[in-house]
């Protein structure tokens, strides 16, 4: 009794469909697909209950048969985004290779619904059951690791926050289509170093133009490679390891 008391109220806590009343025409799966496809096509703000019912051919009262509001189907749509991640991997392997495979799929994730990222900075953190899966299975990488229990916790947090910003990232860098909004891209990796290389040249920044000059001004680096290099770099030091 004490246990269900404490565990907040979600939409997993309910039963898909009542004891009573007539056979449901839809599941929860269903609509939330059709949620997740509204999002992806016009964004998140487009997503209501009223546009969702017209999607499904219905009225917008039949939904909440379903989900009690648009804050139980934003739960939803999240966690089955969680539940694109593969997590049939087999844990107890190189550890860091590991996790930086699950954070390659969590920015891809987020390439493919970039919605997702500006519901969890409105909403913060609704665990659903395929987030809770995520999350063991991330423990269960981290289970040789070295780091206390606290420190690994961290250590996913800054996981997911990595791909949420390289994900936002590599969004403003692609072409859109529109030649006027696409030219010069604010986002290009090459358009900026481009600028840090003028702007340095112009020598009213001394430290900026050593760090150019020591470094060689390399090309920008490849997105996928540098993800995974500051992830390589970061994780071992939140455990409280050095640089492999």
């Keep these: 009794m004490a246990d269900r008391e ?3 109220t979600t939409v997993w ?5 009542g004891a009573r009343g007539p056979a449901p025409e839809r599941s929860r799966t ?5 949620a997740l496809a509204l999002a992806d096509a016009e964004g998140l703000a487009a997503v209501s209950m009223r546009a969702l019912a017209q999607r499904l051919g219905t009225g917008p009262a039949s939904l909440y048969r379903y989900v ?16 694109e991640l593969d997590l049939s991997g087999a844990t107890g392997g190189d550890w860091l290779d590991d996790l930086v495979g699950l954070a390659l799929q969590s920015r891809d994730a987020h390439l493919r619904h970039p919605w997702l990222a500006d519901m969890n900075d409105r909403r913060g953190e609704v665990l659903g059951p395929h987030a809770i899966d995520y999350l063991d299975h991330a423990l269960g990488i981290l289970a040789p690791a070295p780091g206390t229990a606290g420190e690994k ?5 800054l996981l997911g926050g990595l791909a949420v910003l390289f994900a936002r990232r590599e969004a403003a860098a692609t072409p859109t289509g529109d030649p006027a909004a696409d ?7 090459a358009v900026w ?3 840090l290389a003028a702007v340095a040249a112009e020598g009213r920044h001394p430290h900026l133009l050593a760090a150019l000059t020591a470094t060689g001004a ?13 992830l390589r770099r970061l994780l071992p030091a939140m455990l409280g390891q050095g640089e492999p």
């Design 153 to 157: 916790l961290e250590a996913i947090g």
């Design 68 to 83: 009690g509001s648009r804050d139980e189907l934003l739960d939803l749509m999240a966690d089955a985004v969680a539940g």
């Design 183 to 189: 030219d010069p891209s604010p986002g290009d990796p």
């Design 218 to 230: 390399p090309p920008p680096a490849d997105r996928d490679a540098l993800f995974v290099r500051l």
């Design 30 to 34: 269903q609509i939330t697909a059709a």
């Design 13 to 17: 806590s309910r039963p898909e469909r």
């Design 193 to 195: 170093a481009a600028h």
């Design 6 to 8: 404490t565990r907040p």
